[in-house]
Structures are given as C-alpha cells and as structure tokens.
C-alpha cells in the first residue's frame, strides 16, 4: 500500500476499495465542503479564521476528520479472510496490548487505550497482523467502548467460526478528563465473549495472560 509522506495523502471518502486496500487520496470537494463548516466554527466560537495561525486550520481539521473515521470506508470480515489459513491448532490466541485510538460519538472526544483479544481455532487461524486491523477498522467510526467491544468479538466470531472469542478493552475518556467529571485518572473496561470463554476457566486462562508480563 501507499506509504503516507505527511498528513496531506490521508484517505479518501469517496476512493474504491478493492478487498481491504484502500486508495489514500482526498475528495478534494468533501475536504472544500467539510473545510467550509469548520471555518464558521471557528467564528461562532469568537475566532477570527483569517488570522495567521488559522488560515489552514479547517482543512487540517477536515483531514484529520477524514483520516480519523476513514474506518467506515473498510470492511473488517475480508480484512480477515485475506489472511485466513487452515490449522489444526486448538489451543488458545491471544493478542494483547493493541493499542486503539477512536472518538466517542457523544462529543466527539478522543478516548484511547489497550485492546486485548483472543480466539481458540475451529480448523482456521489467521494472520496476526489482521487482529490490530480489524481493532482499527472499528475504531475509526465515531464510536461507544461497548459497541467497538461487541463489534470486535462479532467480527471475529462471524468469520473465524472460532470455538470461542475473548476481547477486552481498557480505555480512557476526554469526554470525562477534559469535561464533566473531569476524573483525571479513571479508566474505563469493557470485555465481551463467545463460545468456550462464557465458561470460567477459559476466560479466568485469558484474564489471566493478559495480565502477565514476558520475562
């Protein structure tokens, strides 16, 4: 795939998609129209978008949009079928420490954190580098923490037919730092299972692995 040069080769909206490739250029008429709104922002609040420092403010912002919710453009079941593989291996995978970046949908605030996932095989075991993807996929939509949860374990479930699936996701929330609350230091955890890890063991096994650290 293209390799990004700087923030002005972001995705593009309206590009095609062929599987999980996706070309990364601009609509330049979706940046103009989004641009247009963010300069009227930045007067209602009492700016003035004609000063130096802002000049380019709404097209970086309408970019940064662009790039921050592009995950509406991919689908993250072909993400995995690319990579799926025949195995018999029955033992547990676990990914953890995923890093995610999403926005809420409430305030379109950042939260941000660690994702942890795993999966038993059923006959199939896929890529590694595709359980990241997939979290990312889900995570650039304006979302909920519980939503992005139950869509990660559904994906995974759906197309990987696993005996079971496990995620959780640890997250903090600007919507609660910066507003609100304002609760500096509180962090907020979601975990959503399938199949073998509603039993006790194998989810107490996975809770257990994420929570250890490699020698």
């Known amino acids: ?30 940046i103009e129209s989004l641009s247009g709104h963010y300069h009227e922002v930045l007067k209602q609040i009492g700016e003035n978008p004609e ?14 949009l662009m790039y921050l919710t592009h995950g509406y453009d991919l689908d993250a079941k072909e ?3 690319s990579a ?28 941000f954190g660690k994702a942890h996932i795993a999966y038993i095989p059923n ?7 595709k359980i990241p993807r997939i979290v990312d996929v889900f995570a650039r ?12 374990r559904d994906c995974i479930q759906e197309t990987l037919n696993p005996i079971g699936v496990g995620v ?6 600007l919507c609660m730092s910066m507003r609100g609350v304002q609760k500096q230091n509180s962090v907020t955890t979601t975990s ?24």
């Open 79 to 81: 993400i995995l079928k």
């Open 141 to 152: 939509r304006l979302q909920v923490q519980e939503r992005l949860t139950n869509e990660i």
């Open 84 to 111: 799926m593989f025949k195995e018999e291996y029955s033992q547990m995978v676990v990914v953890k420490d995923i890093e995610v970046y999403s926005m809420c949908e409430h305030h379109m605030l950042p939260f």
């Open 51 to 64: 000063r130096e420092g802002l000049l380019k403010t709404p097209e970086r912002v309408a970019k940064a």
């Open 1 to 30: 795939m293209h390799q990004h040069d700087d923030d002005d080769n972001l995705p593009d909206r309206d590009a095609g998609i062929e599987g999980y490739q996706k070309i990364d250029r601009y609509n330049p008429e979706l």
């Open 168 to 173: 959780v996701i640890e997250c903090r929330h």
């Open 192 to 215: 959503a299972f399938t199949g073998a890890f509603l039993m006790d063991k194998t989810r107490t096994e996975f809770l257990n692995l994420i929570s250890s650290k490699l020698s």
């Open 123 to 129: 006959g199939h075991v896929v890529g590694l580098s």
